[in-house]
């Protein structure tokens, strides 16, 4: 009875719930209905006619539009707003004092700044450069410029090219503080909204001040106040009107523009700064006389052209490895100012003499000792105008370059050098790849067929232990890109780095540990507090490949340069190996190769893939190749290649390598030999003598058969997929059906 009571009083509360809901939603909307038809009659009367309705029916839907638009950019540009939580003023990057591998400075990166000078100790003229330059309505918009904005676009139309920008000297500070260097739609809207933001933070004078102490100037400075002492050697209250403006021109391009790059230049940017004071209204023409006829001149320096494509590239490794703690550290990197001179001076005479020639803008180089440490960088023909690292970041197809994977794959899966194999057509569904001038030689050995750089081989290799593996080889050796398994891979259709290559090369000449390259080998504090050290912080590199099979790579690509196609890269006193490629329609050529000392892999093409004249890998990649190594090399003892016979005039200076390789070299036979010695002795001298065959009267018998123009042996590698073959010639090169995943795009 208690229980059918409760139940019948829950009952009523939930009927009194339900009746309350009903009646407030009904009286609820009798309210709006009422307060709905009381505004329509209001606005009624609000009706706007004839001519003016077409302007407040715009403005309507403008607001609309806005609106909707305000909220859809504010949803965008929540993450940027993330970045200002936390003390965001104090918030900086690394800074890094570089030294080469005998611990002189070569550079600096990151965030040295020197903000200790207040605004109102600056030279009024530094301010006005500023200003007028950067934004000259500065202290009269927002955050964001609109007629700025509108100028900078009819300025440019009339120009026909980007000629001033739009940015506000507060989103530049905004991009600088927050943002990175990337030119997308989100990051202009999160530079928008960040520069409302410290406008609605900050003073105009805050913001002047941190824009003037946080802009890159060039030379691993920022800020006008390190800049001062960096290209002038004084403080910044004691700036000129003409250093002044020279300073004031590097916000634009500081690399482009820096005096100690080019100085003419910097002083024509500082003489349009000039202009644009007087434009401005700060100066009058005679004002600014004096500091035309009488233009800044940087202090000199000792430090000569820094090394920049490997101080980017040693950065970006800093802050992979660097420990949290104190940002400000000095590290010590494995560069050989030498080698990089060596480098920077090869590439630059061999685009200047061959590059019209060759129809070839731009090269990369990167040179590296056999434990990984990259003594020399080139990442391109010019860092002043483009930073692009095309030694690290390019991704090109190594032609057949990349065959040397395919070959020590096969040796691995029970091949031998001189083990021949048919060079004849071969058809996997509808491709059908064929060799220069669409010749075969026959049945030809493994040596003969890389040495040339024959296509069906290696095709016909992939076919019988599968092209997986191949990419588990390159992989294992240091190549990080990713390699698609398509039918023309062991032609080298992919995509890789010449850091990479050259690493994976490196592994070669290492007798199968693999060499990773690196730039750092060590990283210390203010303090002098080690953060890192590369010996006690790495593990030890492991092998990749077994040794005896890179001995055999060795050897046959010993052949390649001693009677392949890589004849253009050998110099006297020491051992090359190595391997030349060239891609479809010459868009790419390589050669990759090393000694007993280094590895160094040279790439050469167009940064916008148009075909060069007809250079292959074994051509002008080879010579430069040859450019960079000979000065490197010289004054260096012989050191050997594992695995491949010494030549006889190499041989007697066996005993100096003796000492200075790290692998012990074989020690001296005994004066009287057992009979069992006598037998290995005679073993040994019958492999060198066929090892030396090639290097003494051109290749054994059983190949010569396959020989053919040097110039013309470099292969191109074209893949076809399309259903049904036909034939066709592409610059000269015979090939089959269609390209499949043959262009790097």
Known sequence: MADHKRTSRWRLKLLAVDAWVDSTTWAGWRAFSRFWSLALDFSGQLRVRGKL?????????????????????????????????????????????????????????????????????????????????????????????????????LTNAKAGGVVQGGSTLTQQLAKNLFLSNERTIQRKINEAYLALWLEAQLTKDEILKLYLDRAYMGGGTHGVTAAAEYYFGKSVQNLTLAESAMLAGLYKAPTKYSPNVNLAAARARANQVLSNMVEAGYLTEAQVVSARRAPATPVPTSAGTAPDWYLDWAFDEVKRIAPPGDRTITVRTTLDPAAQRAAETAVADMLRQYGAQYKVKQAATVVLDLNGGVRAMVGGSDYGESLFNRAVYALRQPGSSFKPFVYATAFMNGYAPDDTISDAPITIGNWSPRNYGRSYAGRISLRTAIAKSINTVPVRLAES??????????????????????????????????????????????????????????????????????????????????????????????????????????????????????????????????????????????????????????????????????????????????????????????????????????????????????????????MMSRHLAPLAGGLPADDRSATSDEAAADNIAVDASISGRSSATLDGIAFDGALEASAVR
């Open 53 to 153: 309705r077409a302007v407040f029916e715009l403005a309507s839907e403008g607001a609309t539009l806005g609106t909707v638009g305000f909220v859809g950019l504010l949803t965008l540009a929540q993450p940027a707003f993330k970045a200002t939580q936390g003390d965001w003023r104090a918030r900086g990057d690394y800074a890094v004092t570089f030294q080469d591998r005998n611990g002189a400075v070569i550079g600096r990166r990151g965030m040295f700044l020197d903000d200790s000078v207040p605004l109102s100790e600056m030279p009024p003229h530094l301010i006005q450069a500023t200003l007028s330059t950067e934004d000259r309505r500065f202290y009269e918009h927002f955050g964001i410029d609109p007629l700025g904005l509108v100028r900078a676009v």
């Open 465 to 686: 232990f599968g092209r997986g593996k191949i990419v588990e080889t390159a992989h294992a050796l240091g190549i990080n890109t990713e390699l698609k398994i398509t039918r023309a891979l062991p032609l080298g259709v992919a995509e890789v780095t010449p850091l990479d290559m050259a690493g994976a090369y490196g592994g070669f000449a290492n007798a199968g540990i693999k060499t990773t390259p690196f730039a750092v080998l060590s990283a210390k504090t203010r303090a002098g507090d080690v953060t890192y050290d590369r010996a006690r912080d790495e593990a030890p590199p492991r092998r990749v490949l077994p040794e005896d099979i890179a001995y055999e790579m060795n050897d046959v690509l010993s052949t390649v340069v001693n009677a392949g196609t890589g004849g253009k890269a050998k110099f006297p006193g020491q051992m090359q190996a190595g391997k030349t490629g060239t891609t479809q329609a010459y868009r790419d050529a390589w050669f990759v190769g090393f000694t007993g000392w280094y590895a160094c892999s040279v790439w050469m093409g167009n940064d916008d893939y148009t075909s060069t004249a007809n250079m292959t890998g074994g051509s002008l990649p080879a010579m430069t190749w040859r450019a960079v190594m000979e000065p490197i090399h010289a004054g260096l003892p012989f050191k050997p290649i594992p695995g491949v016979a010494v030549p006889p005039d190499l041989l007697k200076q066996m005993p100096v390598a003796q000492n200075a390789t790290a692998p012990s070299l074989p020690s001296p036979s005994p004066a009287t030999l057992t009979p069992a010695a006598a037998t290995v002795v005679d073993e040994l001298g019958k």
